[in-house]
């Protein structure tokens, strides 16, 4: 069983900035990926960012320029820098495991964004 403990989040005025954590234990089969995707209300899930066991990384053009994401292969946890943060990225932020075929999920932080 895999377990994804998120930390991080919270409330930031715009233009602030903010950091998620996330850290995987458990039996970890092979990992394709690691990212986080997120949730506004009334809207459907969406990517976020994801960076593969390679190192390549993928960003939503939403928040390219302003997020980062990074991972430390040793604790098994990956990383998600926001900076420059507007209302519209708030939401629930969900970290995220792709062990093919098994996606796995954190339960979710909320991340609020005032204007």
């Known amino acids: 069983q895999v377990q994804l403990v998120e930390s991080g989040g919270g409330l930031v005025q715009a233009g602030g900035s903010l950091r998620l954590s996330c850290a995987a234990s458990?039996?970890?089969?092979?990992?394709?990926?690691m990212g986080w995707y997120r949730q506004a209300p009334g809207k459907q899930r969406e990517l976020v960012a994801t960076?593969?066991?390679?190192?390549?990384?993928n960003y939503a053009d939403s928040v390219k320029g302003r997020f980062t994401i990074s991972r430390d292969n040793a604790k098994i946890a990956v990383y998600l820098d926001m900076s420059s943060l507007k209302p519209e990225d708030t939401a629930v932020y969900y970290c995220?495991?792709?062990?093919?075929?098994?996606?796995?999920w954190g339960q979710g932080k909320q991340v609020t964004v005032s204007s």
């Open positions: 960076i593969n066991r390679g190192g390549t990384t």
């Open positions: 458990g039996s970890i089969p092979s990992i394709n990926a």
């Open positions: 995220n495991l792709r062990a093919w075929p098994y996606d796995y």
